[in-house]
């Protein structure tokens, strides 16, 4: 009797702690998002290379496009998508990815039309280790030079009717223009499930 009036004060706490999920306000819910112990950013190095993949939860964007009016339509449009930024710099902030090394104009015509129209294909998404997912939008920030690091914006549709991603999740991209290989990363369930609710 003592066992089992021990095993379900256990299963008490433990179900006290999973229902206490960490609630914040905008700008704090944003550095959560952006902190990389989360789990939800992660970077890559690789020969002078750093590549920054950052989950972008739907109320993540929202509060970063900061447009109140459209808020719940824009919600609808993102629901059942997981999205995602991916940032390309030198180590050393030395100069813009699409500058690196460039041999003549046509070179940087050449890459600044890859991540223009090409680089989507370079991209899935492993989702439950199951679903491979191909992009259904993507944006590259054309930032004209003005800061060492360029970034491509990715969403893909979830499978079956989830509204928000609930398993793990492994973006890869191919990097065809300074030929570092497959950078892959992956952003756990648990951490997906640690994500605060935002209070507004």
Known sequence: MKKVISLYGSLLVILFFIGCKKS??????????????????????????EYTIQYRPIEYILLQEN??????KRKQE?????????KIKRADNSVSPLRYNLESRDEYDK???YFLNGAA??????????DTLYPIAYEFENNYNLTPEETMLVGFTLPG????????????FSDQIFKNGIIKVKI?????????????
């Open 121 to 130: 294909k370079d991209i899935k998404l492993l989702y439950n280790q199951t």
């Open 111 to 113: 890459r600044l039309n």
């Open 67 to 72: 447009d109140d009016k459209g808020r719940e």
């Open 78 to 86: 993102l629901k059942g998508t997981a999205c995602f930024a991916i």
């Open 161 to 172: 009717k989830e509204d928000a991603p609930k398993e793990d999740m492994q973006l890869s």
């Open 188 to 200: 756990k369930k648990d951490d997906l499930n640690n994500i605060p609710n935002l209070i507004d």
């Open 24 to 49: 914040l306000k905008g700008h704090e819910y944003v550095g959560f998002i952006k902190e990389e112990k989360n789990g939800l950013k992660k970077t890559v190095a690789i020969d002078g290379w």
